[in-house]
Nanobody, 123 residues
Framework: QAQLVESGGGLVQAGGSLRLSCAVSGRTFNDYVMGWFRQAPGREREFVAAINWRGTRTYYTDSVKGRFTISRDNNKDMVFLEMNSLKPEDTAVYYC????????????????WGQGTQVTVSS
C-alpha cells in the first residue's frame, strides 16, 4: 500500500492562490490514477480533481473548473494541485489519494490516502 503526504496548505485571502503537493512512496507511483478530495467541517468528503497515470488526462468537479489544475511528476512521485482565484467555500482539508479507475469521483474507488492539509480562505 502506498504512503502519501500532503503539504502546501495554509491561510489565504479570497482571490489568492495556493499550490498543494503530495509525495507518494511505497508502491509504483505511475501505476496510479491520482486524485484530490476535500472535506469541509460538517460535510462529506468530495471529489476535486484527478489525473491519469501518464498525466495526459484530467477531470474536475464543476466548482473548481478553470480555477484549479492538477498535475503530476512521475519522476519525483508527486502530484500537485494548483489553486487560483480561491473562494471562502474552498475552505477544507484537502487529501490526495491513489486510485485505479480513471473517471471515478467516488472516494471508495481511491485506496490509499494522505493525512490531509488544511486550506483556509478568508473573505
Amino acid at each position: 500500500q502506498a504512503q502519501l503526504v500532503e503539504s502546501g496548505g495554509g491561510l489565504v485571502q479570497a482571490g489568492g492562490s495556493l499550490r498543494l503537493s503530495c509525495a507518494v512512496s511505497g508502491r509504483t507511483f505511475n501505476d496510479y490514477v491520482m486524485g484530490w478530495f476535500r472535506q469541509a467541517p460538517g460535510r462529506e468528503r468530495e471529489f476535486v480533481a484527478a489525473i491519469n497515470w501518464r498525466g495526459t488526462r484530467t477531470y474536475y468537479t464543476d466548482s473548481v473548473k478553470g480555477r484549479f489544475t492538477i498535475s503530476r511528476d512521475n519522476n519525483k512521485d508527486m502530484v500537485f494541485l494548483e489553486m487560483n482565484s480561491l473562494k471562502p467555500e474552498d475552505t477544507a482539508v484537502y487529501y490526495c489519494a491513489t486510485g485505479s479507475h480513471y473517471g471515478s469521483t467516488l472516494s471508495t474507488d481511491f485506496r490509499s490516502w494522505g493525512q490531509g492539509t488544511q486550506v483556509t480562505v478568508s473573505s
